[in-house]
Antibody, heavy 122, light 108 residues
Framework: EVQLLESGGGLVQPGGSLRLSCTAS????????MSWVRQAPGKGLEWVSA????????YYADSVKGRFTISRDNSKNRLYLQMNSLRADDTAVYYC???????????????WGQGTLVTVSS | SYVLTQPPSVSVAPGKTARITCGGN??????VHWYQQKPGQAPVLVIY???DRPSGIPERFSGSNSGNTATLTISRVEAGDEADYYC???????????FGGGTKLTVL
């Protein structure tokens, strides 16, 4: 059974940094692309970033480009999201999501974690 | 950037058919995926590649995609289908994943 467990969320001040982690199990993590998707309180889903299976290709939403960095450690079955220069509008539940392919393109997200809440506030 | 437009809400009586639309420029040329999200839970994939159902998703869920509109159809709606539904595509022009704004399905 595929399991994705996010961690690292919490309260951070505007301008601060936070690193999210997603620990994967139940599948061969190194074979699949992964993404981060967020959801602000009471709002819809917003894709944040994607990374290919081998870590050689990354994509970012315009709203986070230059501030967030996605990475992965296939030896540890972990996905990361380094978030810098955080703003109030980054407040959201952050989900990691698995892609059924090696690269995120036309493919869906076939498994999701339960999410971790990031609150940016002074 | 590519925009997907969904109605904010759809209401349907139990046992009837619900249709949730997702509009986008020439969306018929893209692969559309649909997710169901219940309160406090993570999204769940219910339709992928326009019309395919993952294992475990009831046959009551179906999808279509043509022209400028993709549609998620839920037949014989049950109270348990009440949820938010999101469509999603890949925009190759921007290399971005795009979600629709979501539709809240209410079962009367």
């Amino acid at each position: 059974e595929v399991q994705l467990l996010e961690s690292g969320g919490g309260l951070v001040q505007p301008g601060g940094s936070l690193r999210l982690s997603c620990t994967a199990s139940g599948f061969t993590f190194s074979s699949y692309a992964m993404s981060w998707v967020r959801q602000a309180p009471g709002k819809g889903l917003e894709w944040v970033s994607a990374i290919s299976f081998s870590d050689d290709t990354t994509y970012y939403a315009d709203s986070v480009k230059g501030r967030f960095t996605i990475s992965r450690d296939n030896s540890k079955n972990r996905l990361y999201l380094q978030m810098n220069s955080l703003r109030a509008d980054d407040t959201a539940v952050y989900y990691c999501a698995k892609d059924p392919a090696t690269m995120t393109t036309m493919t869906p997200f076939d498994s999701w974690g339960q999410g971790t809440l990031v609150t940016v506030s002074s | 950037s590519y925009v997907l437009t969904q109605p904010p809400s759809v209401s349907v009586a139990p046992g009837k058919t619900a249709r949730i639309t997702c509009g986008g420029n020439n969306i018929g040329f893209k692969s559309v995926h649909w997710y169901q999200q219940k309160p406090g839970q993570a999204p769940v994939l219910v339709i992928y590649y326009d019309r395919d159902r993952p294992s475990g998703i009831p046959e009551r869920f179906s999808g279509s995609n043509s022209g400028n509109t993709a549609t998620l159809t839920i037949s014989r709606v049950e109270a348990g289908d009440e949820a938010d539904y999101y469509c999603q595509v890949w925009d190759s022009n921007s290399d971005h994943v795009v979600f629709g704004g979501g539709t809240k399905l209410t079962v009367l």
